[in-house]
């Protein structure tokens, strides 16, 4: 949560054009494991509390996950576009329109994260078929088919040349234009790891004690690679630090590796040296809240600065992330109290009651 607020403040901090090289870097590189790990931790969820060895209902799993997930991504779909239309003076969407917003993700920026997570669910018995089967063997190359497959979808210019040749009102462009919003192929590696890991969760708590140093070394290497691929576009290609984070993200090569690294990383991180701290147990409570309200405080604290004649430099920039991050936590707490005495709204805004 913490690191899409990184990115989406991150993006904000990009329309200042003399924005700091190594910023945009911490905002826009180093926080690229957050939209990966969101499936990863998601997977691991759902398997960890799965048996296995009893006949898998999946009818009940959908109206779990559905209250879970689809209600909430249905109210704050509607909430942004609603919000937006009168914001931006656009008037209620054509009904043609908005099923193309809800299907695609695209009534606010980060909603796309709940449509591949449900896609995700929709395909769960498939899930459940390959981590039964897969090994460590084989999911290796799963990384390495996953790399192939986000390489090309990434960095294809014949894909891309194809895309915009299309008419702009056709399916197929479409399909194609947002396929990062639905289609699952970009992270069904990450999704199968972290099934797998919980699956086998002794052994991984047992390699998680054992191999603390090289855990944090990996993360640490696998963090420079990210960062090197980065500065590379900027500094050698001479390219604006925009291209150089639409170039170094989470699914190039070692955006993957980077995804793995900081996975097992802060997993550990979290499970042994993190696990009574007051604040990320308040901050991993209201999450969910913070990050599908987050994008509405950046927005009004954005339009704050603009009143006070304030740019995003790097100082703003970085208090601009803490108060978005304050501010959207201050919301969840209340929504969440308010949620105690009339649960339809906890069961609207997070899905729970």
């Known amino acids: 949560m913490l690191g899409v607020i990184g990115i989406h403040v991150g993006s904000q901090y990009l329309l200042n054009p003399a924005a700091n090289i190594h910023l945009v870097a911490l905002f826009e590189t180093v926080t690229r494991f957050a939209v990966p790990i969101f499936f990863f931790i998601s997977a691991f969820g759902l398997f960890y509390n799965l048996d296995l060895s009893k006949p898998f209902d999946y009818q009940a799993f959908l109206r779990r996950r559905c209250k879970a997930v689809l209600i909430p991504y249905l109210f704050w779909s509607l909430f942004y576009i609603l919000h937006d239309a009168i914001y931006y003076n656009y008037g209620a969407p054509p009904l043609f329109y908005l099923l193309k917003l809800l299907?695609?993700?695209?009534?606010?920026?980060?909603?796309?994260?709940?449509?591949?997570?449900?896609?995700f669910y929709l395909l769960m018995p498939l899930w459940i078929a390959i981590v039964k089967r897969i090994t460590s063997s084989k999911l290796l190359f799963l990384m390495v088919i996953q790399m192939a497959f986000d390489y090309f979808s990434s960095y294809s210019v014949t894909l891309s040349s194809l895309t915009y040749t299309l008419p702009e009102d056709s399916l197929l462009?479409?399909?194609?234009?947002?396929?990062?919003?639905?289609?699952?192929?970009?992270?069904?590696?990450?999704?199968?790891?972290?099934?797998?890991?919980?699956?086998?969760?002794?052994?991984?708590?047992?390699?998680?004690?054992?191999?603390?140093?090289?855990?944090?070394?990996?993360?640490?290497?696998?963090?420079?690679?990210?960062?090197?691929?980065?500065?590379?576009?900027?500094?050698?290609?001479?390219?604006?630090?925009?291209?150089?984070?639409?170039?170094?993200?989470?699914?190039?090569?070692?955006?993957?590796?980077?995804?793995?690294?900081?996975?097992?990383?802060?997993?550990?991180?979290?499970?042994?040296?993190?696990?009574?701290?007051?604040?990320?147990?308040?901050l991993g409570r209201h999450s969910y809240f913070v990050y599908l309200f987050h994008p509405l405080v950046i927005l009004y604290l954005h339009l704050l600065l603009d009143k006070l004649n304030l740019l995003l430099t790097a100082p703003n920039a970085i208090v601009f992330y803490l108060s978005t991050a304050a501010i959207s936590l201050m919301f969840a707490v209340i929504f969440r109290h308010l949620g105690e005495r009339f649960p339809i709204i906890n069961k609207l805004t997070i899905g729970s009651n």
């Open 103 to 119: 299907f695609f993700g695209l009534a606010k920026y980060h909603l796309y994260f709940l449509v591949i997570l449900l896609w």
């Open 173 to 282: 462009r479409w399909l194609l234009e947002y396929r990062l919003n639905y289609l699952v192929l970009h992270y069904v590696f990450v999704f199968v790891l972290g099934g797998y890991l919980a699956l086998h969760i002794e052994s991984f708590l047992d390699f998680l004690r054992r191999r603390r140093m090289a855990i944090g070394l990996g993360f640490i290497l696998s963090l420079i690679g990210l960062l090197c691929h980065y500065y590379s576009v900027v500094l050698i290609k001479h390219l604006p630090a925009e291209a150089a984070v639409n170039t170094a993200h989470q699914l190039s090569p070692i955006g993957i590796i980077y995804t793995v690294a900081a996975s097992v990383f802060f997993f550990g991180l979290f499970t042994f040296n993190l696990n009574n701290s007051l604040l990320l147990k308040l």
